[in-house]
């Protein structure tokens, strides 16, 4: 009889009339997830964009996103906050969890990009599908709900990773057989677009714009005349890449060379070009690799606010390919998948499975109520991971659910690291 009674209390802590002591290793209680949110999903409808495309974006996004830094392509979970969700006859929502209660933005129109602002979470940044071919971004204020400008666009828009400035764009159709062009737009997040301004790529010193590139306004199609903003149109290669690190800063790379872009008085110009290949460490630096005079390549790296170039020592193992979903601290990297590059002290990610095995049974739950849920989840819950906010969200199926994190030391550092 003793023996039964200490089995069945054996979980829970002396003070609560168990027998296991107080302080159980935090690894000890993966498995125990407090639940803060719930939102129950109509058959239909799912956390899941439509034509979600950035133009440097070769490969779909995994739709549970990675950390959640405004660097990666857009995620349907935001932060801790809410959700994207897509439905039934082209309507879609956002859904944000504040003061215990959700809060609704509609749209008739399918969504295929969200984000919160990085900065303080009171911007969203939406951008719809509004025909064949046609996209609209809008800028929220949150959570009043109030649009602060709406611009066409391609199918994706972003922030700066100082949450400054939105990045708008999309390609302008060249006539006969030239390069394409991207026109981009820098708006900003908090005051209403004034006159639109277009890069004249006239900088002293510096090569011409390439031919049939637009530096005058009259020469953009009508839809770039429509088109709010700091305006800037660049020549678009497979392979090229974009970052906005800063709200007046923007980095094109590609096989053609790259360029340093900064907003100065309401108009783009170019402040250094070069040869090599550019490339990001976000949040730390830029990064290059160019030929050395003596022969064979060197890397570099830059503050991504100024191009100022020092070389990394040959001792310093190659640099990983690049994706966004890699985050860069302290000469070591790593991401939500716990992948790593010359990082040895942050702990082994554990929660993902942890949080998959404990709301499986859910899952199957859900998928024998509703017939939709194997084909969104045929293979168990989706677990999107927060780790930085200390949160996840749970799809289970028929609903998500907002789980705390088990305070594990990868969680403090993490939340230190990236916030």
Known sequence: MLLLFAVVQAPRPVSSGGVTAEGAPAIMNLGSYESLAEFRLVDGWAPRFQGAQDPDQAEAWPFEGGFGTPWEPASPYLADQGLALNGPGGHSEVVLWRGLDWQHYR??????????????????????????????TRLLEVPEGRTLWSAQSGPWSRFSWDGREALVGFFESPEGRGEARLLLSALSCDAEPGDPTLAAWDEPGLPGPPKGLATRAEALSEDGRDLPGMRVQIPWHVGDRLWLPRGNRLWHGGPQGWTAWGLEGGHWQRLVVGAGYLNAHPPEAMTLVEPAPEGGMIRLTSPPAKAEWTEVAS?????????????????????????????????????????????????????????????????????????????????????????????????????????
């Open 107 to 136: 749209f008739d129109a399918p969504l295929c990009s969200a984000r919160l602002d990085p900065a303080k979470g009171n911007r969203l940044l939406v951008t719809l599908q509004m025909g064949p071919s046609r996209f609209e």
């Open 315 to 419: 001792t310093v193992p190659p640099w990983p390919a690049w994706d966004p979903a890699w985050a860069w601290r302290g000469g070591g990297a790593f991401d939500a998948w716990d992948q790593r590059w010359n990082e040895v002290a942050l702990p082994p990610e554990r929660q993902r499975k942890s949080l998959f095995e404990s709301y499986r049974s859910d899952w199957r739950s859900a998928l024998g109520l509703r017939v939709s849920v194997k084909g969104w989840l045929p293979r168990g819950p989706e677990v999107a991971l927060r780790e930085p906010l200390g949160v996840a969200w749970i799809w289970v199926g028929d609903r998500v659910l907002l789980v705390r994190l088990v305070e594990v030391e990868r969680v403090r550092m993490l939340r230190k690291l990236l916030r």
